[in-house]
C-alpha cells in the first residue's frame, strides 16, 4: 500500500487510530507458527508502531477462547478500531489481510 506524505500536519486515519488484535492460535503448530509470523510482518510493515496484537494460545487460556466462541483456528480478531472483523487463515494472503483490517479497498 503505497500512500503520500501527509503534509496537513492533521494524523492519518491509521496514525490517529491504534488497532488492537487478538491472534488465536494452537500451541505450535505449523498453521500457528506461519499465522503469527505472518500477522506480525504485516503489522511492522503497515501499522509500525499503531497496534498492539496479543498472541492467545487456546490450549494455555481456554476460557478466553470460549468467552471469544473461537470455532476455528488460527483466527485473528480485530477488536479496534470499529466495527469489529474476524478471519480465520495462516495470515499469508496479505492483500486479504489488509483488507479485513480496513487498510485498502
Do not use: H, W
Amino acid at each position: 500500500m503505497n500512500e503520500l506524505p501527509n503534509t496537513s500536519g492533521a494524523k492519518t486515519a491509521i496514525e490517529s487510530e491504534r488497532f488492537v488484535l487478538r491472534l488465536f492460535v494452537t500451541g505450535a503448530s505449523s498453521n500457528s507458527v506461519r499465522a503469527i509470523s505472518n500477522i506480525k510482518e504485516i503489522c511492522e510493515k503497515y501499522l509500525t508502531d499503531n497496534y498492539s496484537l496479543e498472541i492467545i494460545d487456546v490450549y494455555q487460556q481456554k476460557d478466553i477462547a470460549e468467552k471469544e466462541q473461537i470455532i476455528a483456528l488460527p483466527l485473528l480478531i480485530k477488536n479496534f478500531p470499529l466495527p469489529e472483523r474476524r478471519f480465520m487463515g495462516d495470515m499469508s494472503d496479505t492483500d486479504r489481510v489488509l483488507k479485513e483490517l480496513g487498510l485498502s479497498s
